[in-house]
């Protein structure tokens, strides 16, 4: 499709760049290149890339067209979008189905922190009172997902907020403006504060990172997934989103698990060679040097998300089945934006 735009088109996409970029900037709400942000516009869906990063919606041409007819055609005869159009998000089914011109999916954490709940539905049923929302149990991105968003706006068509379950959270409106008005709106209902987290322990860190392939993470709070004992019971239980398991071959959560302070004498480098970080009980973490911006984003997300889950919430994890479905679609996706060259060296 060419991407000839008219003068009218390309005002339309400007707010959306800003929108795109201004959400892709905060790690509260976007990891890495997560979530994507879509308009509709004479007939073409203008939709985030796979692999890109909203963050440079400004300086970056991260939009693509594609024919919004033959998306929709797609879903209708069971057929992934995502697999047509290769360059597109994985999430275009979604963003065809919603009957909003602008639409936004984010990896909020506050939004997580709740979808991850067992008592979700009921808990947000107070948070978002007075919201036209509607909450959609945990399926698979692409197709399975579109298709769900469409029994619910079979039932629910004024709906303008979806929370997804061990997932995120999806605004639509007019435009740019509504969205973000709305997200402020949902954003500060679903506020959660994180808790407080021991400092880590630096000099017995940095002597572990010193002349070997292990650093220490950028970001500080990471640290809180090692010094916080609640986040490390709430890690050891499961898989609780699945942007989780880019970081492991297995449908269970072992790298998420803390280890204790490994022994110096200890061969622990060739004991922990294939993890691309330790979580270190009670000091703190450390990361492979050649740990990627993508990862390292992740992390960050993950770190805030468990701060915000206390010790006596009851969660739902995700099950070994759907582990292995994410893994065959959203993690294998994620894993080839960590390698890809783009995001090589630190951003």
Sequence with gaps: MSKNLSTTNQAELTPLRELSAWVGSNPLLTQAS??????????????KASGKWMADAIREDILIPVDLAEVRECVKHKVDPAARFTSASIETAMHAVLPHRVVLHVHCVNTIAWAVRQDARVQLEHQLDGLRWQWISYVPSGLPLAREIEKVLSVA????????????LV??????????????????????????????????????TDSSGWALPDDEEV????????????????????CQPIFSNSSTPEVFRPVACPNPR??????????????IERYGVIVRRTITPAQR????????????????????YLSE???????????????????????SSAR
């Design 34 to 47: 997560t979530g994507n942000t879509s308009i509709k516009l004479e007939g073409v869906l203008w939709i």
């Design 157 to 168: 068509v004024d709906t303008d907020v979806l929370v997804l379950g061990n997932h995120g």
């Design 171 to 208: 605004i639509g409106g007019e435009d740019c403006s509504a969205v973000e008005a709305l997200l402020s709106e949902v954003g500060r209902r679903l506020a959660i504060y994180p808790r407080q987290a021991y400092r880590p322990n630096y000099d017995a860190l940095s002597e572990m």
């Design 223 to 242: 640290h809180a997934l090692g010094t916080d004992a609640i986040s490390g019971v709430v890690l050891s239980g499961g898989f609780l989103y699945p």
């Design 266 to 279: 200890d061969q622990w480098e060739s004991r922990f060679r294939t993890r691309p970080f330790l979580i």
């Design 297 to 316: 984003a992740m992390m960050s997300g993950l770190a805030q998300v468990v701060q915000r889950i206390g010790s006596s919430t009851p969660l739902r």
């Design 321 to 343: 089945e759907e582990v292995a479905n994410s893994s065959s679609t959203i993690a294998s996706r994620y894993r080839e934006l960590a390698d890809a060259s783009r995001y």
